[in-house]
């Protein structure tokens, strides 16, 4: 998915907003990034492809359609929301698997980030994920990072504790390398936690094209203020100022 887009709806009487960008970046050919906004429906994703070109471009691709397919639920309960994500989620990397193993492909695959709402309780929300695609909150101008990447940096943090920044400068790039992806392996773990919401909350699904180079700090400074749309200009012009070496997506949300 390409460009700029808006979506709105009430959910028990609260309005939910949100806006997604997905652009290709100043050095990359071709955009392997996708995203799912269903406002309606309370399910958010984005997805970063990995395999070079097409193949990256249909793995993420994939991982939004399976979602997509569990958006017509109605009915349903928080729970049971969750469940359908984590299916869906399955679902897509038994179908990449399959893809490319038939074709002979090697590390296609892709990452997700879902935010799920409560339908029944707009205090609540969950998130479930693979790979080192993000999601914050924002609130009261505070930045919280709600997901763990899967990668060789977040495991070699993890385990060099107060010399993290060290190993982190002497293993890049390595340290950008998945530990976990969708597609990779015959079966995946997806990670989820429920998280609570509230009014004036803003999150930030986004792909490494953009917490790459923008710190979080600054992350929040630039989508916290203002309306969606010009909080989703700023930050897309600031992964530009910086080189936009990647694809670059996100998607805000405004509780």
């Not at 492909?105 to 935010?115: H, I, L, Y």
């Not at 969708?182 to 773990?189: L, N």
């Amino acid at each position: 998915m390409f460009g700029f887009g808006k979506q709105r709806a009430s959910v028990q009487e609260q309005s939910i907003d949100a806006v997604f960008v997905s652009e290709t970046g100043l050095v990359r050919k071709d955009n392997q990034d996708n995203v799912l906004v269903s406002v309606a429906h309370g399910v958010f994703c984005v997805a970063d492809g990995m395999g070079g070109g097409a193949e990256g471009a249909k793995a993420s691709a994939t991982v939004c359609h399976e979602l997509k397919l569990m958006t017509h639920i109605s009915g349903a309960t928080f729970a049971e929301r969750i469940a359908a994500v984590r299916a869906s989620i399955i679902d897509a990397n038994n179908a990449i698997y399959a893809y490319a193993h038939e074709r002979g492909f090697r590390q296609m695959g892709s990452t997700a980030v879902v935010m799920v709402t409560d339908p029944s309780d707009s205090t609540h929300a969950a998130v479930l994920h693979v790979g080192d695609s993000r999601l914050y909150r924002i609130r009261g101008g505070l930045v919280s990072l709600l997901t763990r990447d899967h990668s060789v940096g977040r495991e070699l943090s993890d385990f060099a504790g107060e010399k993290a920044s060290d190993f982190r400068s002497r293993a890049n790039p390595l340290t950008h390398i998945l530990t976990r992806a969708v597609g990779v392996q015959p079966t995946v773990q997806v990670d989820e936690r429920e998280i609570d919401v509230r009014q004036g909350d803003r999150f930030v699904l986004c792909t490494d094209g953009v917490h790459d180079v923008i710190s979080d700090a600054r992350l929040g400074v630039f989508a916290a203020g203002g309306t969606l749309e010009s909080a989703a200009s700023r930050l897309a012009a600031e992964v530009v100022r910086c080189g936009a070496p990647d694809n670059y997506s996100f998607v805000l949300v405004c509780a």
